[in-house]
């Protein structure tokens, strides 16, 4: 009997693996992380993923092009309008089809709404991470005004499935520019809001600033776009480098820091909202008459051959990549997605880190659980 | 000494950038005029969704009980994810010409992503979106449903 029952000794120099996920908060989702420790200390980070796999890359190449459009949804549901733009200009690229200045600009505004509300619920559910529920609230109800604006105009309110090849599902709702400017003005008066409680608080400085940082080499080389990039000075902002859309004619600022720790990445979004803002402003009484779609061919046939493109979600780099051998259906597609890139950082910027940092950068880099697993 | 003074300076900072949170949240603490929060379901009856709001995909119906759906089978076609199925009859027209007209058009709720394709590309509009949200049923057999009603009849002057 006391032969079985023996002291465990736990050897604090040794190294011991606990599973973080795939059910815990601060994931957003279900992603699974095995955590290294010494004592407190993070060691080593393997993410394990996979855990909503839909095969959407499969699930393309069996059905037709406008059906694509509607599986992007899901990838990042958070950026959706974005996605469904990807697919809808590659297709458009590979049937020359000359999209009218109408279709740019509402497309551009939508995305930028979609940006500004994906960085409110990033502001919002970081708060939360952080250990502060004011924000959760705060940040909810700025965001539900932008999802009124897409409900009015596209009838979904994350799920948009707005454009479609060709041009827009819909028109823009008669109500849609008063509301978006409404919106513009509210926001811009309520945005110090979230600097006051949160970017300000010195609790949240103590856990942020230095944390995590990323240095631009190493950003390069892991290729981390989006606000997580451009918080280490990587100008990868795919709206200035090729400008799709209507991006070529507005003035915006790309929003660099050098320092990309933790904080930064957190502000570079804050401060992406503003320049949102500034586009949105610039287009929204510039919309032109005319239909908002280009009559296309009831089934859509791309030539043969392959057909790319990149355009910049909430998140980082999005490419669509599409062969076609000339059928109703894709041969192959292939999504670059930028969740997915970001995820490979998270061991490298997080070693050495307390646990509880692991969270603070985890939140930061923003991720969204299907678009990585697609 | 100087690091004394940094040291209180610090603290001071610190606090003073808590109140300045503290501010905004008693801001709305004490104006609860601003507070956005809706009763659900306290004001179903007053709730309105956008008319435009996609609930589930039905098949309008005049007061005759008459449709507009030909039963040419596009939606089915053009949905990406098997969620409509049309099934057609052939009948014979009193004056003795053959016609095919719909049977029973299915919809399944529960597999619908709501992409709109079916409402968009029907060719007489036979289909529209409703702005019922509240879909919870005890039972998925009830998630199946036809969308044309019994005893109903295709619209005169749609071919
Ligand atoms: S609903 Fe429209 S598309 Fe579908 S079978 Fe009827 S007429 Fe055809
Ligand atoms: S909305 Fe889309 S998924 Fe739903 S029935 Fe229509 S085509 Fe099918």
Redesign the interface.
């Known amino acids: 009997m006391e032969e079985i029952i023996k002291e465990v000794v736990i050897d604090e120099q040794e190294e011991y693996t606990i599973n973080m996920g795939p059910q815990h908060p601060s994931t957003h989702g279900v992603l699974r992380l095995v955590v290294s420790l010494k004592g407190e200390i993070v060691k080593n980070i393997e993410p394990h993923i996979g855990y909503i796999h839909r095969g959407i890359e499969k699930m393309c190449e069996s059905i037709t092009y406008p059906q694509i459009i509607h599986l992007t949804d899901r990838m990042d549901y958070l950026s959706a309008a974005i996605n469904n733009e990807a697919v809808c200009l590659a297709v458009e690229k590979a049937l020359e089809v000359e999209i009218p200045d109408r279709i740019k600009i509402i497309r551009t505004i939508i995305s930028e709404l979609t940006r500004i509300q994906s960085h409110q619920l990033f502001w919002a559910s970081y708060g939360m991470d952080m250990g502060g529920q004011t924000c959760f609230f705060y940040g909810l109800r700025d965001r539900e005004k932008v999802l009124d604006i897409f409900e009015e105009t596209t009838g979904g309110r994350m799920i948009v499935s707005y454009n479609c090849p060709g041009g827009l599902m819909y028109d823009i709702h008669p109500n849609f520019q008063k509301r978006v400017k409404e919106f513009i003005k509210y926001f811009r008066g309520v945005l110090w809001e979230y600097d006051a409680i949160l970017s300000g608080n010195v609790i949240f400085r103590e856990r942020t600033i230095g944390i995590g940082r990323l240095k631009l080499e190493d950003a390069i080389s892991y290729g981390i776009t989006g606000p997580s990039g451009r918080a280490s000075g990587f100008s990868c902002d795919i709206r200035k480098q090729e400008p799709y859309s209507a991006y070529d004619r507005v003035k915006f600022n790309e929003v660099l820091y050098t320092e990309g720790d933790t904080y930064h990445r957190y502000l570079a979004r804050i401060e992406e909202m503003r320049e949102s803002m500034n586009i949105i402003d610039q287009l929204i009484d510039n919309i032109p008459e005319g239909p908002y779609f280009v009559k296309m061919k009831p089934v859509i046939k791309l030539p043969e051959g392959e057909y790319f493109q990149r355009v910049e979600t909430a998140r980082g780099e999005l490419d669509v990549f599409i062969k076609s051998d000339g059928n109703k259906n894709p041969y192959r597609v292939k999504f670059r997605s930028p969740n997915f890139v970001n995820l490979g950082v998270l061991n490298h910027i997080s070693k050495d880190f307390k646990i509880a940092d692991l969270i603070a950068i985890a939140g930061s880099l923003d991720f969204v659980i299907p678009d990585i697993d697609r | 000494m100087n690091s004394i003074i940094q040291y209180f300076k610090e603290i001071i900072?610190?606090?003073g950038?808590?109140l300045?949170?503290m501010?905004?949240?008693n801001r709305y603490f004490f104006s609860p005029g601003k507070i956005?929060t809706q009763k659900y379901p306290n004001n179903r009856k007053d709730l309105v969704?956008?008319e435009?709001?996609?609930g589930e995909v039905v098949m309008p119906h005049n007061e005759s009980n008459e449709h507009k759906c030909t039963g040419c089978g596009i939606c089915e076609i053009?949905c990406?994810n098997g969620t409509i199925e049309v099934i057609s009859k052939t009948i014979i027209t009193e004056d003795g010409k053959k016609k095919r007209v719909i049977d029973k058009h299915i919809y399944r709720l529960g597999m619908c992503?709501?992409?709109?394709?079916c409402v968009?590309t029907c060719p007489s509009n036979a289909l529209a979106?409703s702005q019922e949200f509240e879909h919870a049923v005890f039972n998925r057999a009830l998630l199946i449903k036809t969308l044309n009603k019994p005893g109903s009849q295709l619209m005169k002057g749609v071919e």
Not at chain 2, 113 to 117: D, G, H, M, Q, V
């Open positions: 900072q610190g606090v950038s808590l300045k949170g501010r905004v949240t956005v969704m956008f435009r709001f996609k053009n990406p992503t709501f992409c709109a394709l968009k979106f």
